[in-house]
């Protein structure tokens, strides 16, 4: 088993910056990918980006030149860099790490962006 656990979300006000952490632990052999999804109120978890082990990264369209994502594989810790947050982009954010075929999900932590 692969626990994750996030932390860094909160209120920002439009055009402000949040750094979004997630640590693995336990049975933490052989992660793959990393990355981080996000669920608005009312609509779908998306995808916002990923980082596979070999270093290849995907973002959302929504997000590309605002967010950055990095990871750390001697800390089994994935990054989530957001900058010029807008409202749209408030959210629970959840890490996922990919272990074999199982993808593994933390609890969330909820990124709102308002005035």
């Known amino acids: 088993q692969v626990q994750l656990v996030e932390s860094g979300g909160g209120w920002v006000q439009p055009g402000g910056s949040l750094r979004l952490s997630c640590a693995a632990s336990?049975?933490?052999?052989?992660?793959?990918?990393m990355g981080w999804y996000r669920q608005a109120p009312g609509k779908e978890r998306e995808l916002v980006a990923t980082k596979a082990s070999g270093g290849n990264t995907n973002y959302a369209d929504s997000v590309k030149a605002r967010f950055t994502i990095s990871r750390d594989n001697a800390k089994n810790t994935v990054y989530l860099q957001m900058n010029s947050l807008k409202p749209e982009d408030t959210a629970v954010y959840y890490c996922?790490?990919?272990?074999?075929?199982?993808?593994?999900w933390g609890k969330g932590t909820l990124v709102t962006v308002s005035s």
């Open positions: 996922m790490m990919a272990k074999y075929a199982i993808n593994y």
């Open positions: 336990g049975s933490i052999f052989g992660i793959g990918a």
